[in-house]
């Protein structure tokens, strides 16, 4: 056990079809090293994990989205799987939680098909992202620079591709979780924020 994340909250926005590694993983890092995960989704009770296509566990959801503010937490983990961002990204509440966690210079960590709820919160122009393959094209389309690699991290922006990523996103995520803030983080936001 470490402490590196001692006292500090990080929330973790999934809802059904999340890739299960992609939430138990990060959430035991965040846990070992301290710090205390907490499951964000757009309705309470539960949520379905998913491995791929098929149906894994479920988890108990600790607040919905409408419960909370990004000012409760230090940091936030979007991990992926299908069904999981695409949905998200049709939720308006979930989309101005993620974008406030960059207007406040907050780290965020994200994997897999996870980006799609930055495209759509207006994130990632000029900043470099990996992601699952298939997102590249949203990505550079909203004005990111899209990455082939195992993990990278702009400016407290940490991202990756895949589930086998997941050791090397897991630490670059807590390293930057214990930074805190990142001024730079705020920038991306106020070039491409638009009225809403």
């Given at each position: 056990?470490?402490?590196?994340?001692?006292?500090?909250?990080?929330?973790?926005?999934?809802?059904?079809?999340?890739e299960q590694?992609?939430?138990?993983?990060?959430?035991?890092?965040?846990?070992?090293?301290?710090?205390?995960?907490?499951?964000?989704?757009?309705?309470?009770?539960?949520?379905?994990?998913?491995?791929?296509?098929?149906?894994?566990?479920?988890?108990?959801?600790?607040?919905?989205?409408?419960?909370?503010?990004?000012?409760?937490?230090?940091?936030?983990?979007?991990?992926?799987?299908?069904?999981?961002?695409?949905?998200?990204?049709?939720d308006e509440?979930?989309?101005?939680?993620?974008?406030?966690?960059?207007?406040?210079?907050?780290?965020?960590?994200?994997?897999?098909?996870?980006?799609?709820?930055?495209?759509?919160?207006?994130?990632?122009?000029?900043?470099?992202?990996?992601?699952?393959?298939?997102?590249?094209?949203?990505?550079?389309?909203?004005g990111g620079?899209?990455?082939?690699?195992?993990?990278?991290?702009?400016?407290?922006?940490?991202?990756?591709?895949?589930?086998?990523?997941?050791?090397?996103?897991?630490?670059?995520?807590?390293?930057?979780?214990?930074?805190?803030?990142?001024?730079?983080?705020?920038?991306?936001?106020?070039?491409?924020?638009?009225?809403?």
């Amino acid at each position: 056990m470490g402490d590196e994340l001692k006292g500090k909250k990080i929330a973790f926005l999934a809802t059904d079809m999340v890739e299960q590694v992609e939430l138990v993983e990060p959430w035991n890092a965040v846990a070992a090293a301290g710090g205390t995960p907490e499951l964000i989704s757009i309705k309470s009770g539960e949520i379905q994990g998913f491995q791929h296509y098929d149906k894994a566990d479920t988890f108990k959801v600790d607040k919905t989205v409408e419960e909370v503010s990004a000012s409760d937490y230090d940091g936030l983990v979007q991990p992926g799987g299908v069904g999981n961002p695409d949905t998200l990204r049709t939720d308006e509440n979930a989309v101005n939680f993620v974008r406030d966690f960059f207007k406040q210079g907050k780290p965020v960590a994200v994997i897999c098909h996870g980006p799609w709820i930055l495209v759509e919160a207006g994130v990632v122009r000029g900043r470099t992202v990996t992601s699952w393959p298939s997102l590249q094209t949203d990505i550079r389309n909203a004005g990111g620079n899209w990455a082939d690699e195992e993990v990278h991290v702009d400016n407290g922006l940490v991202t990756s591709r895949k589930p086998d990523d997941l050791p090397a996103f897991n630490k670059k995520m807590i390293e930057e979780f214990a930074e805190g803030k990142h001024e730079e983080q705020k920038k991306s936001v106020h070039a491409e924020a638009s009225p809403s």
